[in-house]
Nanobody
Framework: QVQVVESGGGLVLAGGSLRLSCAAS????????MGWYRQRPEKQRELVATVSRGGTTNYADSVKGRFTINRNNAENTVSLQMDMVKPEDTAVYLCNAVVVENWDSVRATTYWGKGVLVTVSS
């Protein structure tokens, strides 16, 4: 079994910064992609940023230049540095990890955390 746990949500003023962290643990042979998604009120879940095991990043246009994703392969962790936040960044932020659980398996499973709430006040 694999657990994905986020931390770091909270209330922040518009224009400020916040850092989210996420750790994957449990039955892990290798973590492939890791990413952050968000669920805004009455909106569908959307991609915020992803990072491959090799460090290739992908960002939603709405956060480019403001958010930075980083990962630590040795610790199976990923962070999201959120700068110059806006009220429209208010959402539940969810982390996911694409995990290969066994050394002899080619199958990868996506695991999700429960999410953390980020509220940006104007």
């Amino acid at each position: 079994q694999v657990q994905v746990v986020e931390s770091g949500g909270g209330l922040v003023l518009a224009g400020g910064s916040l850092r989210l962290s996420c750790a994957a643990s449990g039955s892990i042979f290798r973590v492939n992609d890791m990413g952050w998604y968000r669920q805004r009120p009455e909106k569908q879940r959307e991609l915020v940023a992803t990072v491959s095991r090799g460090g290739t990043t992908n960002y939603a246009d709405s956060v480019k230049g403001r958010f930075t994703i980083n990962r630590n392969n040795a610790e199976n962790t990923v962070s999201l540095q959120m700068d110059m936040v806006k009220p429209e960044d208010t959402a539940v932020y969810l982390c996911n990890a694409v995990v290969v659980e066994n050394w002899d398996s080619v199958r990868a499973t996506t695991y999700w955390g429960k999410g953390v709430l980020v509220t940006v006040s104007s």
